[in-house]
């Protein structure tokens, strides 16, 4: 397992200050946003993060994208392997849709998968991995949606992302976390409750302590990225980042 910070949480701050941010809490690795730090197809954006994070000594865990399956071209994925790869990110994060799993129709699970196939298959060549968020409004809300887009798209480098749901309580959670394990990639790291309320990261101690040994466990290399810390601050980042290391 592999601690990291998701760069989306401080859009507020540089890239040369998310680096530093990173680097004082000795997190090992960084997911750079497609949308302020590193936009689709800013290849000298790319090049700066890259060249920034290789002299702090941290990894760039993903590039985390906004691309959403079945609604972006050719055209605009290429370019997102290409600033993925000139970045040096092994993975680009990506949105299964903008429907939710109640609502999707059997057109919209057709283009969603169909968008993602296009996508392993265009990032293959390149050696990146495809990575799909784990998020509400998408067909990726509910645990059995996403593990059927896995094996229905059936692409080597397709994996999944996860996070707690909103709402969800510690052991639905961590029954998630197990059934997406064989596909799982990297965790965002947070504590909201109740709904869209962000609390410190101790505040679910009792969820994150048991994720945490479960993805130390595995022997391939999983991200654990912190995000949405409270009040945008960076003191409150420290502080989780320091109890995630203790955790650990």
């Given at each position: 397992?592999?601690?990291?910070?998701?760069?989306?949480?401080?859009?507020?701050?540089?890239?040369?200050?998310?680096?530093?941010?990173?680097?004082?809490?000795?997190?090992?690795?960084?997911?750079?946003?497609?949308?302020?730090?590193?936009?689709?197809?800013?290849?000298?954006?790319?090049?700066?993060?890259?060249?920034?994070?290789?002299?702090?000594?941290?990894?760039?865990?993903?590039?985390?994208?906004?691309?959403?399956?079945?609604?972006?071209?050719?055209?605009?994925?290429?370019?997102?392997?290409?600033?993925?790869?000139?970045?040096?990110?092994?993975?680009?994060?990506?949105?299964?849709?903008?429907?939710?799993?109640?609502?999707?129709?059997?057109?919209?699970?057709?283009?969603?998968?169909?968008?993602?196939?296009?996508?392993?298959?265009?990032?293959?060549?390149?050696?990146?991995?495809?990575?799909?968020?784990?998020?509400?409004?998408?067909?990726?809300?509910?645990?059995?949606?996403?593990?059927?887009?896995?094996?229905?798209?059936?692409?080597?480098?397709?994996?999944?992302?996860?996070?707690?749901?909103?709402?969800?309580?510690?052991?639905?959670?961590?029954?998630?976390?197990?059934?997406?394990?064989?596909?799982?990639?990297?965790?965002?790291?947070?504590?909201?409750?109740?709904?869209?309320?962000?609390?410190?990261?101790?505040?679910?101690?009792?969820?994150?302590?048991?994720?945490?040994?479960r993805l130390a466990s595995e022997s391939k290399e999983i991200n654990?990225?912190?995000?949405?810390?409270?009040?945008?601050?960076?003191?409150?980042?420290?502080?989780?980042?320091?109890?995630?290391?203790?955790?650990?």
């Amino acid at each position: 397992m592999r601690t990291g910070l998701v760069s989306v949480t401080f859009r507020q701050l540089s890239v040369e200050e998310v680096v530093q941010a990173a680097a004082d809490a000795e997190l090992a690795a960084i997911e750079w946003g497609g949308d302020i730090h590193v936009p689709l197809g800013d290849l000298a954006a790319a090049t700066r993060a890259r060249e920034l994070c290789a002299e702090q000594e941290i990894a760039v865990a993903a590039y985390g994208s906004y691309l959403r399956a079945g609604q972006c071209d050719r055209e605009e994925i290429a370019t997102a392997v290409q600033t993925a790869v000139t970045l040096g990110a092994p993975m680009i994060r990506v949105w299964a849709g903008s429907t939710g799993t109640a609502t999707a129709s059997v057109d919209d699970r057709i283009e969603v998968t169909r968008g993602l196939s296009e996508m392993a298959e265009v990032a293959r060549d390149s050696g990146v991995d495809i990575a799909m968020e784990f998020h509400r409004k998408t067909l990726t809300d509910d645990v059995d949606s996403t593990i059927t887009l896995l094996l229905d798209v059936d692409a080597p480098n397709l994996r999944s992302y996860w996070q707690p749901p909103v709402d969800v309580d510690d052991e639905e959670c961590l029954r998630q976390l197990e059934q997406l394990m064989p596909w799982l990639a990297s965790v965002h790291v947070f504590s909201w409750w109740p709904a869209d309320t962000r609390l410190p990261l101790a505040a679910r101690e009792s969820l994150w302590r048991p994720v945490l040994d479960r993805l130390a466990s595995e022997s391939k290399e999983i991200n654990a990225l912190l995000e949405f810390v409270a009040d945008d601050s960076v003191d409150q980042f420290r502080t989780d980042a320091e109890d995630l290391h203790n955790w650990l």
